[in-house]
């Protein structure tokens, strides 16, 4: 069996880093339970078994995540998420976690200051080396994902300006393998492209091999509520595939441009 491969290029302000343990302790700060093991599943297990100390914070438990809100009210769903993500992160070996308890759709609507502060004594005390969040596109464009991006980058300049920011990034191989299911699952919010990042300019690449992606669908299982009907529909061979691969670029390689904040369209 191969290792996974795990490509990891230097970024502006960090050392030259090569393998995972060189991420050193892991900060991840997302919105809903399942975008750290969409996103990042690979990158957490390869830190946890490097020795790594891996901390994930989601900031709502997506209660709205349905559309059968009637058998699923949000009280009952958020419950339910909370227990998928811990059974989740247990798979790749993460057990520290922290729920903001924010409304799922709310981030946007929080008094910003008062959420950074919360963020910051949080990224203080983990003392991060690298923190992984959304860029400023938010991934899917969703208004969350935007919003996290920009509590995590103001978070880090307070609490630890030195530790590497990478954000989530795709590439044009891996949005042109999402384009043929675009319409049928309504995983991306708007009509654009996620930021797409050369594979050149990514500082981490980390491409599966089947051991891993074995963990990382085993972490997104553990979120049957989210993953089920997603992995049916799409079978689980091109989940796997498309899955496979996880890239992060430097966050200082990414413009901030006002227009992302206006990027969403409504679903
Ligand atoms: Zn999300």
Redesign the pocket.
């Known amino acids: 069996m191969s290792r996974s491969a795990l490509h990891l290029r230097p970024t502006p302000d960090a050392p030259a880093i090569t393998e995972a343990a060189d991420l050193g302790t892991v900060l991840g700060i ?3 339970p ?2 750290e093991a969409l996103l990042s599943a690979g990158l957490m297990a390869a830190a946890r078994d490097a020795g790594q100390r891996v901390v994930c914070v989601t900031a709502t438990l ?1 209660e709205h995540g349905t559309d059968d809100p009637r058998h699923w009210p949000p009280d009952r769903l958020a419950a339910v998420r909370g227990h998928e993500l811990r059974a989740s992160l247990a798979a790749l070996g993460v057990c520290e976690h922290h729920v903001l308890g924010i409304g799922d759709g709310a981030c946007a609507e929080q008094p910003e200051d008062f959420v950074v502060h919360r963020l910051a004594r949080i990224v203080r005390e983990v003392a991060p080396d690298t923190i992984v969040t959304f860029g400023p596109d938010g991934l ?1 464009g ?1 208004e ?2 935007q919003t996290v991006s920009r509590w995590a980058t103001a978070a880090r300049a307070l609490a630890a300006p030195r530790a590497r920011l990478l954000y989530a990034t795709t590439t044009e191989e891996f949005v042109d393998a999402w384009e043929p299911a675009r319409d049928a699952f309504a995983v991306f919010l708007t009509d654009e492209l996620p930021l797409r990042t050369p594979r050149s300019s990514l500082a981490v690449e980390l491409r599966m091999d089947s051991a891993a992606l074995d963990r990382k669908m085993v972490a997104l299982r553990a979120q049957a509520s989210q993953m089920t009907g997603l992995i049916a529909a799409l079978g689980e061979d091109r989940v796997r595939d498309w899955w496979s691969v996880e890239t992060f670029v430097a966050a200082e390689r990414v413009e901030s441009r006002t227009a992302w904040a206006s990027w969403r369209v409504a679903a």
């Open positions: 997302w919105a809903h399942d975008d997506g899917t969703h969350d994902h």
